[in-house]
């Protein structure tokens, strides 16, 4: 069966960090990523890292701030968040493909999400 359980999620304040963890767990993935979905908006494409090469892709809204990495060996994801502004408050949900084998920006690539975890910024 498998698993993607988010962790990392809370408060914290504008200009802070947070680090978000997905472990993955039941077969191995093409590629995995993070999706987010902010209070009376669409979900939208965050950052992606295919499993094997580690190429990346992030959202153009990012201009840097967050990084997405892995670890093989724990079959954890990672996304570190920095200088954190307040319309960076969302969901955030952990996302896996096992059948395209490409980074995707669209979210029905990925046929696996995580419960989510969320990430508040206050002012």
């Known amino acids: 069966q498998v698993q993607l359980v988010e962790s990392g999620g809370g408060l914290v304040q504008a200009g802070g960090s947070l680090r978000l963890s997905c472990a993955a767990s039941g077969r191995t993935f093409n590629a995995m990523g993070w999706f987010r979905q902010a209070p009376g908006k669409e979900r939208e494409f965050v950052a992606a890292i295919s499993w094997s090469g580690g190429s990346t892709d992030y959202a153009n809204f990012l201009k840097g701030r967050f990084t997405i990495s892995k670890d093989n060996a724990k079959n954890t994801v990672y996304l570190q968040m920095n200088h954190l502004k307040t319309e960076d408050t969302a969901a955030y949900y952990c996302?896996?493909?096992?059948?395209?084998?490409?980074?995707?920006?669209?979210?029905?690539?990925?046929?696996?999400w995580g419960q989510g975890t969320r990430v508040t910024v206050s002012s």
């Open positions: 996302v896996a493909d096992t059948r395209f084998g490409v980074l995707s920006r669209l979210g029905y690539i990925y046929n696996y």
